[in-house]
């Protein structure tokens, strides 16, 4: 990110008012989004749901939820036009300082093994497999697996 746009990003808190907008991200980058659902339930529940903003656009957002020590990354999208930039390691950041603030040692997520830019992004900032969930994603071709991707989170600076 240059520091021109670095700027004119902001990082909030989403809410309801927001869903809209991160629907149309999910379905310009998913052949499987998340639906309307999925969203209202996340911020019904108390999840912690962020987005990224430059000049007021909604270009990517995170859905976390934490639990006493554990914080699980539900999801994190960057619209297709940002992809590349450094935005998705600016959230994932983000969402990472979350948790450990929260009082989470351990973040965990669910990456889909085609999805190679992520798992790129996980692999990068530390995060190792620890599991595979069979036939967890729709695909398609029937299903796909998850991979369970595990990130001890340490002590995170402001």
């Known amino acids: 990110m240059n520091a ?11 809410s309801h008012g927001d869903i809209d907008e991160m629907l149309a991200v999910e ?14 339930d996340s911020i019904a529940a108390g999840y912690s749901v962020w987005g990224c903003r430059v000049a007021a656009e909604l270009i990517g ?23 590349g930039a450094g935005f998705g390691a600016y959230l994932l950041r983000h969402a990472m300082r979350s948790a450990r603030r929260a009082g989470a040692t351990v973040l965990l997520l669910e990456v889909r093994p085609s999805n190679a830019r992520a798992l790129a992004l996980y692999q ?5 497999q620890i599991g595979v969930r069979r036939g967890y994603y729709a695909a398609e ?3 796909e697996d998850a991979l ?9 600076s402001a």
């Open 124 to 128: 990068h900032f530390g995060f190792q």
């Open 27 to 40: 379905r310009r980058i998913y052949p499987f989004p998340w639906t309307r659902g999925n969203f209202v």
């Open 141 to 143: 071709a029937g299903r």
């Open 4 to 14: 021109v746009l670095a700027a004119q990003v902001e990082v909030l808190p989403l």
């Open 148 to 156: 369970v991707l595990q990130h001890i989170l340490e002590e995170v």
């Open 61 to 83: 957002y995170f859905v976390l939820m934490l639990a006493v020590d554990e914080a699980h990354l539900l999801n994190l999208s960057v619209s297709e036009k940002r992809q």
